[in-house]
């Protein structure tokens, strides 16, 4: 599991069951938003109902799994390149579990890295989010702010997304406002404060083995 501290740009602790609130200003070479402090705003000051949840198989599933993750995180990573894949083919797939990801932003990288996975909504979302994970050390690799920003452009663009797009999202200020304000209040009333986080049914599991998991999917579905 990651036990970074969730920060913002310029290294200040975020405390997820906190109230610190961080908001966004754009700078340096990047084209890019940047979180950036803000001295007289909360999270619950911004209206975040127009964020989309993320959810894959059918909504009546009889079993419902949540997942915190970044895509900063290389354990995050790892869970998406083996247990994520077996339960997506054995239970999300079946229609036997419904799986919500929910973003965690540990830094300005990982919120970048959402706004080009939320770049056009649930259509596109968790195949992007494959991506992000799959080239997770190649995309992070880059020297520079600039260079770790045109990585995730040219990721948009493998995927199937035009320049005008990816910037449009990308210098998106206002839904930047909103995801850390969403992902804020998630993480503190769910008490997140490492990734991946696990719930299944609403009962919170640290990261997990596939087999673990399983055990604990198949009684949930035993009722």
């Given amino acids: 599991m990651d036990r970074r501290i969730f920060i913002a740009a310029g290294g200040a602790a975020v405390a997820a069951a906190g109230g610190v ?3 966004l200003t754009r700078g340096g070479d990047t084209g890019v938003t940047q979180i950036a402090a803000a001295q007289n705003e909360t999270p619950d000051d911004i209206d975040t109902s127009s964020i989309v949840e993320m959810v894959q198989g059918d909504p009546n599933a009889p079993v419902t799994l949540m997942e915190y993750a970044s895509f900063t995180c290389p354990h995050c990573a790892n869970f998406h390149a083996g247990p994520y894949k077996q339960l997506k083919a054995e239970y999300i797939d079946t229609g ?41 050390k190649e995309w992070l690799a880059a020297d520079t702010e600039a260079g770790i920003a045109n990585n995730l452009r040219n990721i948009g663009k493998v995927a199937g997304l035009d320049n005008d797009t990816i910037e449009a999202c990308l210098a998106d200020d206002q839904k930047a406002r909103e995801l850390v304000a969403w ?22 599991h640290s990261n997990m ?15």
């Fill in 96 to 136: 036997k579990v419904k799986f919500i990801y929910r973003d965690v932003y540990f830094d300005k990288y990982g919120l970048w890295a959402a706004m080009i996975a939320r770049c056009t909504g649930p259509m596109r979302f968790f195949g992007i989010s494959d991506m992000l994970f799959d080239r997770q």
């Fill in 183 to 204: 992902y804020q209040k998630n993480a503190t009333a769910d008490e997140v404060n490492a990734t991946p986080t696990l719930f299944i049914n609403g009962v919170k």
């Fill in 209 to 223: 083995n596939y087999a673990d998991l399983k055990k604990l999917i198949d009684e949930a579905l035993a009722g």
């Fill in 21 to 23: 609130w961080y908001g």
